[in-house]
C-alpha cells in the first residue's frame, strides 16, 4: 500500500509539473511580437532620437559627411585642414585615384568630444566629378565641374549623445548637382543600422537594435559657424524609414516626413506606421544631433 500510494504521489508531482511546463512553454510561444498601444508614443520619441543622432555634426551624424561633401565642391577633395579644424579636421586620411575609372577615394578618421558628445569614426568616401555634358573629369575645376556622385561608408563606430549612444555602420550614395550654380541640390539616399542606449526620461536605460533609410529630394547644403564651430545640415524634404527591435520581443516601425528648415533645425512628422497610425510631430535640432521638443516650432 505504502508503495502505491508513494508511486500515486510521484504521478500526481509529474502530472503537475508537466502541466507548468507546457504552461511556460505555451505563455513563451504565445509572446505578442505586436507594439504595445502604451509604448507607442514612447517608440515615437524613440525613433526621433536616434534620426536627430543619425543627422547631426556634432552627434557624429551625416552632418559630419555633408560637411565632407562641401569640402569636396570647394577644394576638390576633403583637406587635411579645412575652414573650421573644430569642426572636424580629419586625424587620419589616405587618398587615392583611378585614372581609368576616374574614381578619387578618401579615408578618413574623424573624431570629437564637446560637451556631452564624443564620436569615432572611419569614413570612406568614393567620388567621381563630372561635366555639365555629363563627361567624367580627372579633377574638380571651379566653374567647369557641375555635378559630384559620391558614396559615403562609415564603418562601425560608436557615438555618445546627451539623450542616445549609438553604435552602427552607415552607407550612403549622393548626388550634388548645380555646382557651376548658384545652389548646389543634394539628392540620394543615406542608410544606417546598430544599437542604441538611451538616457532620456521616456526611454531612460533603454535598449534596442534598429534600422532605417532616409531618402534625400532636392535638399540644399547649408554651413553656418555658432559658438567656434561650424555646422553643415540641410534646407529641404526628406523621408525615412524606421525599423527596431525591442528587448520585450517586439519590433515596431515608423515612416517619417522631414522638413529641413534650413536654419540647423528639422522638422520630423513621425506616423506609427506598426501602431494606431498616429502621427507625433518633433522639432529636433540637426546642428548638434538631439531631440528639442514635441511639436513645431
Known amino acids: 500500500m505504502m508503495t502505491n500510494k508513494l508511486s500515486k504521489a510521484?504521478?500526481?508531482?509529474?502530472?503537475?509539473?508537466?502541466?507548468?511546463?507546457?504552461t511556460s512553454l505555451m505563455m513563451v510561444g504565445c509572446k505578442s511580437s505586436?507594439?504595445?498601444?502604451?509604448?507607442?508614443?514612447?517608440?515615437?520619441?524613440?525613433?526621433?532620437?536616434?534620426?536627430?543622432?543619425?543627422?547631426?555634426t556634432e552627434s557624429g551624424g551625416a552632418g559630419v559627411s555633408f560637411g565632407d561633401a562641401m569640402s569636396i565642391t570647394k577644394y576638390g577633395t576633403i583637406p587635411t585642414v579645412i575652414d573650421d579644424p573644430k569642426a572636424g579636421t580629419p586625424t587620419s586620411r589616405d587618398t587615392s585615384f583611378d585614372p581609368a575609372t576616374k574614381l578619387h577615394t578618401v579615408t578618413i578618421t574623424r573624431s570629437a568630444s564637446w560637451g556631452r558628445f564624443d564620436f569615432n569614426t572611419v569614413i570612406t568616401y568614393t567620388y567621381t566629378f563630372y561635366d555639365a555634358s555629363g563627361a567624367p573629369m580627372d579633377n574638380f575645376i571651379k566653374g567647369t565641374t557641375d555635378r559630384i556622385d559620391m558614396t559615403v561608408a562609415k564603418q562601425k563606430s560608436k557615438d555618445i549623445g546627451e539623450r542616445?549612444?549609438?553604435?552602427?555602420?552607415?552607407?550612403?550614395?549622393?548626388?550634388?548637382?548645380?555646382?557651376?550654380?548658384?545652389?548646389?541640390?543634394?539628392?540620394?539616399?543615406?542608410?544606417?543600422?546598430?544599437?542604441?542606449?538611451?538616457?532620456?526620461?521616456?526611454?531612460?536605460?533603454?535598449?534596442?537594435?534598429?534600422?532605417?533609410?532616409?531618402t534625400f529630394v532636392g535638399d540644399t547644403i547649408v554651413q553656418s559657424t555658432d559658438n567656434g564651430r561650424q555646422h553643415t545640415f540641410l534646407k529641404g524634404p526628406a523621408t525615412s524609414h524606421f525599423t527596431a527591435a525591442t528587448p520585450k520581443g517586439y519590433t515596431f516601425t515608423r515612416d517619417t516626413k522631414i522638413t529641413f528648415n534650413g536654419d540647423g533645425t528639422a522638422v520630423l512628422d513621425v506616423t506609427r506606421t506598426s501602431g494606431d497610425g498616429t502621427v507625433d510631430t518633433y522639432t529636433i535640432d540637426v546642428k548638434v544631433g538631439q531631440w528639442l521638443r514635441f511639436g513645431r516650432k
Open 34 to 56: 505586436t507594439e504595445p498601444t502604451g509604448a507607442q508614443e514612447y517608440d515615437s520619441r524613440a525613433a526621433a532620437d536616434v534620426t536627430s543622432a543619425a543627422l547631426g
Open 164 to 214: 542616445v549612444d549609438v553604435q552602427d555602420t552607415a552607407y550612403g550614395t549622393w548626388s550634388i548637382t548645380g555646382l557651376t550654380g548658384s545652389t548646389p541640390i543634394l539628392n540620394g539616399n543615406f542608410n544606417r543600422s546598430g544599437t542604441d542606449v538611451f538616457h532620456t526620461p521616456e526611454n531612460g536605460d533603454r535598449t534596442f537594435t534598429h534600422s532605417f533609410s532616409i
Open 10 to 22: 510521484f504521478a500526481t508531482a509529474f502530472i503537475l509539473a508537466a502541466g507548468l511546463m507546457v
